[in-house]
């Protein structure tokens, strides 16, 4: 049986702005109050997809949550119609009003984590929806990608939906940026790699002084045994401490994974050897040998690292078995970032080509390429029972393109969140996309 892996990326939100909302994350923090512009970020999405697609990889996309987000102003007590609830978070408490704009949920890395039908012990594939407690303008998510997912995927017979994780701090869970796979090909069993900031139980765990690391170690065993992963092909490791405090506040800001490819930094994990060791000998059950590129300090800092968000790349496989990494305009700007990347396309490794996007209006959030996209690993059958709307083809992305340019705004400061017309012009692109997407989920996304 073939299969694939499909890239679902999220579709930018008419609200993108910066917010400062990311406490650990350098760019959000960095940015917070520069005006953003909906428009490119949304466009700059679809131009990462549709280089994707062109080259023949599958992708998907998944549309963004309704903001700002009424109900979760309403529940924290904000009354009237909506146009007064926005005017008065807006007068008396403006953090709650960009907290519940964020267009965060473009990020769809952090959307749930996803175990392909190979690994789990009831032959599905397994989706836990990320609780993100850490953030609370992230906390809102859940409820819509849990209705997102469920329309995407609606076979039972082939996809598991698990609901958020307790949304309690013991289990911080943070979906796929904390989590990979390494495996001897697409289609067979692989091992599910889980990477965890810290414990929330068991004090031998150092933690980061500075950051708040987001993903617990209880989490990420949680979803290994909703998933009904066999624990003999699951690694545990845990995050550097030292790198979290430097704003690497995901792991897929250290390091990605492929096929039988580990790309990451030598300081991205407590004791390195050991993580290495036990991914090279449980592959090797699955039939694969582990090819470790780590990229040295000498060669590129943990700042230039986070800065450039070179680890926050995308690597994947072409037909002939060479991969590609795609990676954002920043790698090229830092001089040592793109002397390392050059030398690594020339090396005779597994990576042979690199493809350099403009993705800054998200970047300045903290989002890279990897973080924008939800990674599915599908079996011809599964893709089959995935609802086809949400699936990119030439003709879908010219719709989007449009859709865009009819809704969006170029323009976006903190002020302009509580008009009421901004939260009509996204219900309303919002009502268009669902058509758009044949979901038939009913609008607003906002149902658990
Ligand atoms: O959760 N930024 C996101 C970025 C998420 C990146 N995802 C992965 N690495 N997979 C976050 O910190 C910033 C929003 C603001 O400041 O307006 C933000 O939420």
């Keep these: 049986m073939s299969a694939y892996e499909v890239n679902f990326d999220g579709l930018v939100g008419p609200t993108h702005n910066y917010g400062g909302l990311s406490l650990g994350n350098v760019a959000s923090q960095s940015n917070g109050q520069v005006a953003s512009n909906p428009r490119e970020a949304a466009k700059q999405g679809l131009a990462k997809m549709k280089a994707l697609m062109d080259r023949g990889f599958c992708q998907g996309v998944i549309p963004p949550q309704e903001r700002p987000d009424i109900r979760a102003l309403k529940g924290l007590g904000f009354s009237g119609s909506d146009a007064q609830v926005l005017d008065s978070a807006a007068r008396t408490s403006m953090p709650l009003l960009v907290a519940c704009s964020s267009a965060s949920s473009m990020w769809t890395a952090n959307a749930c984590t996803v175990s392909p039908s190979a690994d789990t012990r009831d032959g599905r594939v397994h989706f836990t929806v990320a609780n993100l407690n850490s953030k609370f303008h992230r906390s809102i998510e859940p409820p819509a990608t849990s209705a997102l997912l469920k329309a995407m995927f609606p076979d039972e017979r082939y996809f598991a939906h698990h609901g958020a994780l307790p949304a309690v ?7 796929a940026a904390n989590h990979s796979r390494l495996h001897a090909g697409v289609g067979s069993r692989g091992i599910e790699f ?25 989490a990420s065993r949680a979803v290994m045994r909703l998933h009904g992963l066999d624990p003999r092909y699951v690694v545990f490791a845990q995050q550097n401490p030292d790198v979290v405090d430097h704003g690497v506040f995901h792991n897929d800001v250290i390091a990605v994974a492929n096929g039988e490819v580990l790309f990451f930094h030598e300081d991205a994990y407590i004791a390195p050897e050991r993580v290495l060791d036990e991914l090279a000998e449980k592959l090797r ?20 690292a986070v800065q450039s968000y070179l680890f926050n790349s995308q690597l994947l496989t072409h037909a002939d078995g060479t991969m590609l990494l795609v990676v954002p305009e920043e790698c090229r700007q830092n001089t040592a970032v793109w002397r390392y990347l050059q030398k690594l396309a020339q090396s005779g490794g597994p990576i042979r080509e690199l493809l350099v996007l403009d993705l800054k209006q998200s970047m300045r959030n903290g989002g890279g390429p990897a973080c924008l996209r939800l990674r599915v690993e599908l079996t011809d059958v599964e893709r089959q029972a995935v609802n086809s709307g949400v699936l990119l083809t030439p003709t879908l992305h010219e719709r989007l393109l449009r859709w865009v340019d009819t809704h969006y705004r170029d323009r976006l400061v903190d002020t302009d969140l509580a008009d009421p017309s901004l939260l009509d012009e996204c219900r309303t692109a919002l009502d268009e996309l669902t058509g758009l997407l044949g979901l038939g989920c009913p609008y607003p996304f906002q149902q658990g």
């Design 169 to 175: 701090p013991h289990f911080g869970d943070e979906g």
């Design 194 to 218: 889980f990477v965890f900031g810290k414990s929330a139980f068991d004090t031998r765990y150092r933690q980061p002084a500075l950051y708040p690391a987001r993903q617990t170690l209880e």
């Design 285 to 304: 059950h699955v039939g694969g040998t582990l090819r470790p590129i780590m990229v040295r300090r000498s060669d590129v800092c943990i700042d230039d």
